[in-house]
């Protein structure tokens, strides 16, 4: 299995100027800028639990809103995962993870099949968390799952506190993809797939 897990994705639109790093085979080091705080924060998270060294410098129309510099974000992230994860040989294939914040609890399943599709079942009692609006954590993980070619499932099991929500959520992603990334050191090597071709 390649040991050099990375890559480096920039990527320029009328809307954003996005230069993203990602190595799968981190420590969790994260440097990001994208101009919206909390959405740094959960990045942040994201890359400290999935054992992700991931650096973003984003750059949007935030003076219109915070839409596409999210949404733009996570297709980049996607793109990255891709490149990084190669042909994936060798890996576990599918992840998933419980986790609790306080009364938060949410669940993430990850299937690394080729295959892009999001199911979201999250519930925010409010409309914004800080200055960001909530309901573009679904369109981050949308736009993550489509580009980096994976199922994704993103269930909230309890919570009220929507900043809890929202943190339970990205740390339950980190440690699904963490696990279906890493290397199965059973697998020889070999595609995780009868079709023998992800």
Known sequence: MDTARTATIHRVTSETDITLRLNLDGTGQARIATGIGFFDHMLTALARHG??????????DLHIDFHHTTEDTGIALG??????????????????????????????????SGR????????????????????????????????????????QKAGRNCH?????????????????????????????STKGVL
């Open 79 to 112: 793109q990255a995962f891709v490149r990084a994860i190669g042909d994936k040989r060798g890996i576990r294939r599918f992840g998933h993870a419980l986790v609790p914040l306080d009364e938060a609890l949410s669940e993430v399943v990850v299937d690394i």
């Open 164 to 192: 809890h929500i929202a943190e339970a959520s990205f740390k339950a992603a980190a440690r699904a993809l963490r696990m279906a990334a890493e290397p199965d050191p059973r697998a020889a090597g070999s595609i995780p």
């Open 116 to 155: 892009p599709f999001l199911a979201w079942s999250v519930d925010f009692t409010r409309d914004k968390i800080g200055e960001m609006d909530t309901e573009l954590f679904e369109e981050f993980f949308r736009a993550f799952a489509m580009s980096a070619m994976l199922t994704l499932h993103v269930t």
């Open 51 to 60: 054992l992700f060294d991931l650096e973003i410098e984003a750059k949007g």
